[in-house]
């Protein structure tokens, strides 16, 4: 593909093998002949696209971290024309970003300790801040971001930000007049009086943008925990994400009740500095009627500076930062209450591998006070009723991230007295020597030299590395990639199909993602219809896709009839079965009929898996709540829940052996929901009660006449 700068009529010849990433509005290049550049060229460039561009490069905004070196916002540098003669624009030219990931790699503490280990919480305030300063940039000049999420903020090791895809902020044309508006946006960061409105009509206000922002900011500093993110106390399922901030359902609301409480795992809202404190409640809750009341950059920028100096370092792990109004490391105490794994490890469990290590402690004392609370508060109504239905979590993830190792310790603590001192005034050729690129450790990026099907491998094997990583996007690209090399390789398809799984899971069109999964495994099963895999993870998203669907049973039919093929291909296969199991529960459960044979169809399934490997704690759960179901529908009052409760504390036992904290609190949840009235004494000491033996719960006996 020729293409043509306009600045200085310049050809570029683009390779499409050379594509870093794609959607479905353009594509991204590599630039032989620049590797500071990246073309980004429209699938159908409109004048529009044009009249965007011109504007934009017309009034750049200022690069707050232009002294540093670094490019904090992506902007557009230069417009491309065919390299036919024609004067239609087609695309433009922008910064390319090295090293760096997605934000959440950085909020969310599995992946950041498998990212960067010794991202500490100094680092996490510091990000905020650079985030809060671009931010401030582009305000300044009449711009929002509209669309504000995860995806478009990408971070350093050193906490440097870039905001990406730019193209698509809401800009005007200072001297047309004219709004470029801001078509999309994710429900999770979309202000309440914007939700539910179609974007392409509606004008974008910097009031709206820093409701994103606080949302971010929140995840950034509480480990990844969204601030409407809590565990419903109403009747029925619990309200959208939409619903909850279209509400003013502030978790953490200090000055009306809401029907939530945090979270078990969220850190709690008095970790943040006070005035930061402040800043949310006047975000969430003051700016929930008045949005204008929302702080501004500026003023996230001085309460940043101000918590981030208060932060003291703890006695027992240097990489323990904590803000001084607090009397004690919360850090220390949340690694004890996640069974031992430290949100921060220290250097010498980095070193040890520790990090990224299944927690093999056997007993793990939970602190009693907010976790009891939580829970009780959770299941308050359900251990009031005796016909509350347990709660049935989403199935987990079929990979286990790919372990590291330790990269640059002394490197990483020399570069943080750095960043302390300077304000991450530091050279990239610094920042290069001291980071090796990590790319080192990945399978090598495919060279001239290699054949098709060499280069397709090489492709395949970085696309697997960045699925492990969590880099789902990352994986589908290099998926795509190996794909055009060797089109009918029917493990890239089932792998990219995997990530797009995945992406759904996040995604606030997640029946997209579904369907684009599916098509992948339908065309791994064309190439090979033997591919036992394609089967089992088409029917993992098939009964996801149930409830979006108009005719749930027809997907449960669908996923069972997958789940077949897998289990008459492999009859080892114990995932399939438990994966069977739950859609027959399902389908069972839909139809009101404690007799549909989907009750035992299931507990069968169950029961074969347990056979195949006794370590399947997801068979456990599922089987215990299955099991108390039934034993709730005994018209005799005869009701034996003791063989529900074995099964539940087994799943419980395993999960938190797996170091599986999320799946071990849904267990103890259940268990809640069955030991009805005595759900307090259990919680007071529940790792005491899963390990013994079923007493608390017999059968009540029967009226003589």
């Not at 925990?225 to 959208?240: E, L, N, V």
Request: with cysteine.
């Amino acid at each position: 593909m020729r293409l043509q700068r306009q600045s200085n009529k310049q050809i570029i010849t683009i390779e499409p093998k050379l594509t870093v990433g794609h959607g479905g509005e353009a594509r991204v290049f590599v630039l032989p002949q620049d590797e500071q550049l990246v073309a980004k060229v429209y699938h159908k460039p409109t004048k529009a696209h044009a009249q965007k561009l011109m504007a934009m490069l017309a009034n750049p905004p200022e690069n707050p971290t232009a002294a540093k070196g670094h490019i904090s916002i992506a902007w557009p540098t230069d417009l491309l024309y065919p390299g036919d003669g024609s004067d239609r624009v087609i695309g433009f030219l922008m910064p390319r970003v090295h090293k760096m990931h997605s934000v959440l790699e950085f909020y969310n503490p599995k992946t950041r300790r498998q990212t960067c280990p010794f991202f500490n919480y100094l680092y996490l305030h510091r990000t905020a801040r650079n985030l809060v300063t671009a931010m401030g940039a582009l305000h300044s000049r009449g711009y929002c971001i509209g669309d504000i999420n995860e995806s478009n903020i990408l971070v350093s090791d050193t906490a440097l930000i870039t905001l990406v895809d730019t193209d698509s902020f809401q800009v005007p044309d200072p001297k047309s007049g004219y709004v470029y508006r801001c078509g999309v946006g994710k429900a999770e960061f979309t202000p309440p009086e914007l939700q539910g409105k179609n974007f392409a009509h509606f004008e974008r206000k910097p009031e709206h943008d820093l409701f994103g922002l606080a949302v971010l900011l929140f995840q950034l500093l509480m480990e990844g925990t969204h601030p409407f993110a809590g565990i419903y106390q109403g009747i029925g399922d619990p309200p959208s994400f939409s619903a909850r901030i279209n509400a003013g359902h502030f978790v953490y609301s200090k000055s009306k009740r809401v029907p939530y409480n945090p979270t078990p795992i969220a850190p709690p809202f008095e970790l943040l500095y006070p005035s930061l404190q402040q800043l949310f409640l006047r975000c969430f809750e003051e700016g929930h009627h008045n949005p204008k009341l929302r702080p501004n950059a500026q003023a996230w920028q001085t309460a940043l500076i101000e918590a981030e100096k208060s932060l003291i370092t703890c006695t027992s792990n240097n990489q323990h930062r904590y803000s001084n109004h607090l009397s004690s490391c919360p850090w220390c105490e949340r690694a004890v209450r996640l069974g031992g794994r430290d949100q921060f490890p220290s250097l010498q469990a980095v070193r040890a591998g520790q990090h990224l290590q299944p927690v093999k402690r056997k007993r793990v004392t939970l602190p009693k006070k907010d976790y009891q609370q939580q829970v009780l508060s959770a299941f308050n109504s359900a251990a009031a009723n005796p016909t509350a239905k347990l709660v049935v979590g989403k199935h987990k993830k079929r990979f286990n991230p790919l372990m590291w190792g330790l990269i640059g310790t002394g490197a990483l603590v020399c570069l943080e007295i750095i960043v302390i001192v300077h304000d991450l005034q530091i050279s990239p050729q610094t920042i290069a020597n001291l980071f090796p690129d990590r790319s080192e450790a990945k399978p090598a990026i495919p060279q001239p030299s290699l054949n098709g099907n060499q280069i397709s491998i090489a492709y395949y094997d970085q696309g697997n590395f960045h699925y492990k990583l969590g880099d789902y996007k990352g994986a589908i690209e290099n998926f795509n990639r190996a794909l055009l090399y060797n089109p009918n390789d029917a493990n890239a398809y089932v792998n990219r199909g995997n990530a797009r799984y995945e992406i759904a899971q996040h995604s606030s069109n997640p029946v997209m993602e579904y369907q684009a999964a599916i098509a992948d495994f339908d065309q791994a099963l064309q190439l090979n219809p033997s591919a036992e895999e394609a089967y089992l993870s088409r029917g993992i998203v098939r009964h996801d896709t149930a409830k979006f669907s108009k005719d749930t049973d027809k997907n449960y039919l669908a996923a069972i009839s997958d789940f077949n093929q897998t289990v008459m291909l492999n009859p080892s296969n114990a995932k399939a079965y438990v994966k069977r199991g739950i859609s027959y529960y399902k389908l069972a459960q839909n139809s009101k009929n404690i007799q549909h044979p989907g009750y035992q169809e299931a507990i069968n399934d169950f029961n074969q898996a347990l056979r195949l490997n006794n370590q399947e704690a997801e068979a456990y759960i599922k089987r215990g709540i299955v099991r108390y179901e039934i034993a709730q529908s005994d018209k005799t009052q005869n009701q034996d829940h003791s063989s529900a409760l074995t099964d539940l504390k087994q799943a419980a036992k395993l999960f938190l052996a797996q170091g599986d904290v999320e799946s071990y609190q849904e267990a103890l949840s259940n268990i809640c929901v069955v030991l009805e009235n005595k759900c307090q004494s259990f919680l007071q000491n529940p790792e005491k009660f899963i390990t013994s033996k079923v007493h608390l719960m017999t059968p009540k006996p029967q009226q003589s006449n």
